[in-house]
Nanobody, 129 residues
Framework: EVQLVESGGGLVQAGGSLRLACTTS????????IAWFRQAPGKEREGVQC????????YFSEFGKGRFTISSDNARNTVYLQMNDLQPEDTAIYYC??????????????????????WGHGTQVTVSS
């Protein structure tokens, strides 16, 4: 059974950092594309970044470039999202998602969440000003 469990969220002041973790089980990490998404109150879910064996890292949105970094640790079956210089507009529930594919969906796709079958329950990130 594929399972994804997010952790690492919390309350942080503007300019601070958090590292989210997506602990996976039930599948071989190399066989799947793993992505981070977020959803702020009253807004649609949006893709952040994706990692896959074939094409490495894909950026679904511009806001994370230079501040957010996705990485995977196959030995721990965990995918991380390091978030630096957090701002109040980064406040959201952050989800990790997985799909059985060896490449990430193209960043040019208008929506990315439709390509991912498995989802975690999310972790709350709140950034105070």
């Amino acid at each position: 059974e594929v399972q994804l469990v997010e952790s690492g969220g919390g309350l942080v002041q503007a300019g601070g950092s958090l590292r989210l973790a997506c602990t996976t089980s039930g599948f071989v990490l190399d066989d799947y594309a793993i992505a981070w998404f977020r959803q702020a109150p009253g807004k649609e879910r949006e893709g952040v970044q994706c990692v896959s064996q074939l094409d490495g890292v894909a950026y679904f949105s511009e806001f994370g470039k230079g501040r957010f970094t996705i990485s995977s640790d196959n030995a721990r079956n965990t995918v991380y999202l390091q978030m630096n210089d957090l701002q109040p507009e980064d406040t959201a529930i952050y989800y990790c998602a997985a799909d059985y594919r060896n490449h990430c969906p193209s960043p040019r796709q208008p929506k990315h969440d439709i390509f991912f079958r498995y989802w975690g329950h999310g972790t709350q990130v709140t950034v105070s000003s």
